[in-house]
């Protein structure tokens, strides 16, 4: 028997770096974030994607990743929640298997929907040498891999902490593979 979805963690960060701080306790804000987040915004926040076009929507608002890619990195490498910049690193959710438009219903009252795969960058190799071939990789069929997590757009708030729990509602089908964002 597989434990229900769960929050492990939360981490929010006020600059730009690349790992985020734990927290007892982070707000998602609807349509916005997460409150304190340097990443928190109706528009683009990612540097990159400023400089590109700062009128984008921010389909990045709350990064979200699974426990268990940390367990399966060990122990090759030491990574612990927060670490990869996540907002919420969770466990017992196949969030890569998901696809666009499932909302997770976070806490109490919490509601994001799934807008994309994060895609890695050469930061993750720059935090630890090897790290991006073992996070983004093309498979037997050619096809990228990537498995740095997933990012969503808060639809409702909330506050959410370790031990919340997750429900995952699947949109309608037909349903669509989550793509980089």
């Not at 389909?59 to 399966?72: G, I, K, S, Y």
């Not at 122990?75 to 929640?81: S, W």
Request: proline share 6%; net charge neutral; hydrophobic share 40%.
């Amino acid at each position: 028997m597989t434990a229900p979805a769960s929050v492990l963690g939360v981490h929010i960060s006020l600059d730009h770096a690349f790992s985020k701080q734990a927290a007892d306790e982070i707000e998602l804000v609807a349509g916005l974030g997460v409150a304190g987040d340097c990443h928190k915004g109706a528009q683009v926040r990612h540097r990159s994607r400023v400089a590109a076009d700062p009128t984008q929507p921010n389909l990045r608002q709350v990064h979200l990743m699974h426990a268990e890619l940390f367990d399966e990195l060990q122990p090759d490498f030491d990574i612990k929640a927060g670490d990869l910049g996540e907002n919420i690193t969770t466990r017992g959710v196949d969030l890569l298997s998901l696809p666009t438009g499932t909302t997770l219903k976070i806490g109490a009252t919490a509601l994001v929907s799934l807008t994309g795969l994060r895609n890695p960058c050469q930061q993750i190799e720059a935090f630890r040498p090897g790290l991006l071939k073992r996070v983004a990789y093309k498979n037997a069929d050619g096809h990228l891999v990537r498995k740095a997590g997933v990012m969503g757009v808060v639809v409702l708030g909330g506050v959410v902490r370790p031990g919340d729990s997750i429900d995952v509602s699947l949109p309608p089908q037909p349903h669509v593979a989550l793509e980089r964002v």
